[in-house]
């Protein structure tokens, strides 16, 4: 299951160098945002000031980060819990995103969604589903919608290998693949559900091969590289936005932490995780910035000083917002005394 050092290497050698400086920058702020933001949220859970279920991105950023120069603002996200890095990288400010984990007024959804539920229609963010798999419909729901609208947008439907286990995800693959959706399907294969093996839940391991069964054109990636994930992703846009319908890819990357805060995560040894950690995707797209000559080493250190000053803000921010006020316990709801057709 785990890859090899050799492989590591290999493909920190062979890293793609057809993208430009302000492309390679994006991508290193973006996943260095998320990592410093994640390693903040786990100190702040720690210190009772994030309450309930956390699941942190860490180890996953290059997924986010080759995802915002492959798609465009107007395409849709629907995704899965473990959602910060996703919701970050699609512009959600650090300081909306923390104080929704504090439980703030301030929050992006105003302090009513917590750790897994963030939403923004602005950034065309659609959850954050805390249902294993609930985002799967949902997302080819909103691919539907672009469709009747006469559109050329789609929606990036995002969900674990754990979810790929679901009914609805095969419903989800039929009715998208009839109708010809406009809908990007990505696994994000970290390795384990919540605690369990793909190789002890699944006969079929690669499981970009699910697609197959509705010809649906379907790859795997290497998760751990930004250069990866944008190509892919730029085929599957190009494929989809032509009319082709949908398009799956399987994500291969992997959790450095457990499945949330309170999962020890002792079901994998020690060696398995150093083996992911030496394709560190942050510490490997900075070593090439840097052995290329992308940028100067002034430009990265640059970039730590400004993402750790924000994260130290979003922080302060979350902290001095206000909780929300009791009555709005009744706003954002469906009530029966504005919608009389549902009684």
Known sequence: MAQTAEKAKSRKKKGATSFDKET???????????RRFEERTLMAYGQQKVRGFCHVYIGQEAIAAGMVSAIRPEDAIATAYRQHGIAISRGISTKEAMAELFGKATGVVKGKGGSMHFFSREHRFFGGNGIVGAQIPIGTGIAFAEKYKGTDNLCVTMFGDGAARQGALYESFNMAMTWKLPVL??????QYAMGTSVERTSNVKDLYKIGSAFDMPSEAVDGMRPEEVHDALTRAAEHIRAGNGPYYLEIKTYRYKGHSVSDPAKYRTKEELQEYKDQDPVKMTEAKILEDKIATKEEIDAIKDAIKKEIEEAVKFAEESPLPD?????TDNYLQEDYPFLT
């Open 326 to 330: 009791a009555s709005e316990l009744y």
């Open 185 to 190: 399907y990505i696994c994000e294969n970290n």
């Open 24 to 34: 390679y920058l994006k991508w290193y702020e973006t996943m260095l945002r998320i």
